[in-house]
C-alpha cells in the first residue's frame, strides 16, 4: 500500500456552499437554455434551497415532498412545502403532486410564481408524477428533461461539497469503530445497527442512508444465494443473524451530513485473526487499490483507471474478468446522492469508459471486490477526490482490522 497523505481536515462553509451551488444551477441552466427548473427529487430540491429532505417511511415520503423552482434571473429559490427555516428562499404552501388535487395545485403555484417574472417558456423538470401528467401541469410551457443540468452541476464538487463529503464520512466512521468493539460471537446484527444509529447521533450526522448491511458471506457461492448472472449476491436482505466465531462479515452503511453522503465498507472476521487464505484476498484487493490510485489524475479516461485495477489482479482471474462485482462497479460517485456520476466499470460497456475522463472536483468512491471461492474474500470502499494534479483522500484513515496492512 503506498504512502497516502492524511486526509485534510475539512469543514464546511455552509453559507458559502449554499451560494455557490445556486450559482451553479443558474450557470448551468443559462448554458442548457432553461428559463426555470421545477425540482422534485428529494436530493435536487436539497441541492437548490439546503431543505433537507424528512426521514419518512417509504409510504409516505411523497405526501410531505417540497418542490423546489430555481429561476434563471431571481437571486434564491422558491420553496413550495417543506421547511424554511433559516433557508434563504421564498417560501410557498405544500403541495401534494403525486395527487390530482395536488398536482393541480402546484401547477396554479408555478403559473403564479412564473408570472411574476419575465419568462421565457422552457422549464426543465426533473419528476413528472402521474398526476402531474393527467393534468397537464405547466402544458403551455416547453418542458424539458433537468436530469443532465443537475447532473451537471453535482459533478464538480466545491471545497465545500468534499468537507461535507469528508465530514460525513469521518463521523460515520468513528460510529463504525465503536460497532467493531461490539462484533464478538452471540451478537445480533439488531444490536450491532443499534449501537451504530447511537453513535450517529453522537456524532451530529443528519439522517442514515441506507438500512446498515453487516452480511455473513458464504464461503462458497454455492453455498450463498442464488443469483440470475452467476455472481456474489451482496447485499441481500438484512434479516437478525446471530454472529459466530470466524464469520466473515461484509459491511456497508451511508449516513448524511449536511445533506452529503458518506459511504463505508470493511470486512470483518468475527472474533478471530484472519486466515492466511482470507489475508492474501486482502492483499490482492490492496494491490488493486493501489492500482487504481496510480490512474486516478485530471485528464485519465475511466477506462484507464479500469484497465489499470483489473491488470493488478489478472494472474488470479480469468481472461477479461474483473476486480469487483459486475452488477456494481469499480467506482461511483458521492455527494448529495450515495451514487452519483461518475461511474466506472459498469454495464454502460467500455465506450462509455473510453469516452469520458477525470476532472478536478469529482470525488469518487472505489470499492473492488475480491472473493476467492471456498475462502471467501475482501471487499471495502475508500473515497477520494480529484485535484488538479492528483487525488487527496476524504474521510480516510478507519483501520482495515482484524486485516494488517503489510509494511
Not at 449554499?18 to 421545477?38: C, I, N, P, S, T
Not at 419528476?127 to 397537464?136: D, E, I, K, S
Not at 460515520?172 to 465503536?178: D, E, Q
Request: glycine share 10%; charged share 20%; net charge negative.
Amino acid at each position: 500500500m503506498p504512502a497516502i497523505a492524511a486526509a485534510p481536515v475539512l469543514e464546511p462553509d455552509i453559507g458559502r456552499l449554499r451560494r455557490e451551488r445556486y450559482a451553479k444551477l443558474q450557470a448551468q441552466m443559462a448554458a442548457d437554455g432553461l428559463d426555470a427548473l421545477v425540482l422534485l427529487h428529494g436530493p435536487h430540491v436539497a441541492y437548490a434551497t439546503d431543505c433537507l429532505p424528512q426521514g419518512v417511511d417509504a409510504t409516505h415520503v411523497a405526501a410531505n415532498r417540497p418542490v423546489a423552482v430555481v429561476l434563471a434571473d431571481q437571486p434564491r429559490p422558491c420553496l413550495l412545502g417543506g421547511d424554511p427555516g433559516g433557508l434563504d428562499v421564498d417560501a410557498h404552501p405544500a403541495v401534494w403532486p403525486d395527487i390530482d388535487e395536488g398536482a393541480a395545485d402546484l401547477g396554479a403555484q408555478l403559473d403564479a410564481i412564473l408570472g411574476q417574472h419575465a419568462f421565457g417558456g422552457r422549464v426543465g423538470i426533473d419528476v413528472m408524477t402521474g398526476a402531474m401528467l393527467r393534468t397537464g401541469v405547466l402544458s403551455s410551457a416547453e418542458i424539458a428533461d433537468a436530469a443532465n443540468t443537475l447532473a451537471a452541476v453535482k459533478l464538480h464538487k466545491t471545497i465545500d461539497e468534499m468537507a461535507c463529503i469528508h465530514q460525513a464520512q469521518v463521523r460515520t466512521s468513528r460510529a463504525m469503530a465503536s460497532v467493531y468493539e461490539a462484533l464478538v460471537p452471540g451478537v445480533r446484527r439488531s444490536e450491532l445497527a443499534a449501537v451504530f444509529l447511537r453513535r450517529l447521533r453522537e456524532e451530529g450526522i443528519d439522517a442514515n442512508m441506507i438500512d446498515v448491511i453487516f452480511q455473513p458471506m458464504a464461503r462458497r457461492m454455492a453455498d450463498g444465494p442464488r443469483t440470475t448472472t452467476g455472481h456474489l449476491a451482496f447485499p441481500t436482505w438484512s434479516g437478525d443473524p446471530v454472529y459466530a466465531e470466524g464469520d466473515l462479515i461484509w459491511v456497508d452503511a451511508g449516513s448524511d451530513y449536511h445533506g452529503y453522503a458518506s459511504d463505508f465498507g470493511r470486512t470483518w472476521v468475527v472474533g478471530r485473526s484472519p486466515t492466511p487464505g482470507e489475508h492474501r484476498c486482502f492483499e490482492r484487493w490492496l494491490a488493486v487499490m493501489d492500482a487504481a490510485y496510480a490512474a486516478i489524475a485530471p485528464g485519465a479516461t475511466f477506462a484507464e483507471v479500469c484497465a489499470a485495477a483489473t491488470a493488478a489482479d489478472a494472474s488470479h482471474r480469468p481472461d477479461g474478468d474483473r476486480p469487483w462485482m459486475p452488477h456494481f462497479y469499480l467506482v461511483h460517485g458521492v455527494g448529495v446522492e450515495s451514487a452519483e456520476m461518475p461511474f466506472l466499470g459498469t454495464d454502460n460497456g467500455p465506450d462509455f469508459d473510453a469516452a469520458n475522463t477525470l476532472a478536478p472536483g469529482m470525488v469518487m468512491v472505489l470499492e473492488p471486490a475480491i472473493w476467492a471461492d471456498g475462502t471467501g474474500g475482501f471487499r471495502a470502499e475508500e473515497i477520494v477526490a480529484v485535484t488538479d494534479n492528483g487525488w487527496i483522500p476524504l474521510g480516510g484513515g478507519h483501520p482495515y482490522d482484524p486485516f494488517e496492512v503489510p509494511t
